[in-house]
């Protein structure tokens, strides 16, 4: 399956937003969508919209945690919005869960905000 990655910058904060799945094939894709964002040269909050990911391996999943570590590294943060069941079992069973930050998609764009 394809794997759709785009981001729009909003205020303090760049939206991320991926749909389709994150595997061996396509986790390229997010992570130089990822490393384009964070190569702004200042702190950023991240957040990665994964309302549209139907799966992500253990590829995927590294992508994002390098991407979080980084956004720290430089005094940012990286957020997940709104995952799907099956990606949240995924972080919570490899312990993910309490490193990512995880926050729904409408706060993440912050109120009142425009969404679509």
């Known amino acids: 399956m394809e794997l759709k990655v785009s981001s729009q910058s909003q ?3 760049t939206i991320v937003t991926v749909s389709g799945e994150i595997d061996l ?3 390229p894709r997010l992570q130089g969508e990822l490393t384009a964002v964070l190569d702004g040269g200042r702190p950023v909050r991240v957040v990665v919209d994964m309302s549209g990911v139907e ?3 253990s590829t995927g999943m590294n992508v994002l ?3 979080m570590r980084r956004a720290r590294e430089d005094g940012g943060a990286l957020d ?3 995952p799907r069941p099956a990606v949240r079992k995924i972080l919570q069973v490899t312990g993910l869960d309490s490193v990512f930050t995880v926050v729904d998609a409408a706060a993440a764009a912050g109120e009142g905000a425009a969404t679509g």
Do not use: E, H, N
Request: charged letters at 20%.
């Open 11 to 13: 205020r303090d904060q």
């Open 25 to 27: 094939y396509t986790a």
């Open 55 to 57: 799966f992500c391996d």
């Open 65 to 67: 945690l390098a991407a």
């Open 80 to 82: 997940l919005a709104s």
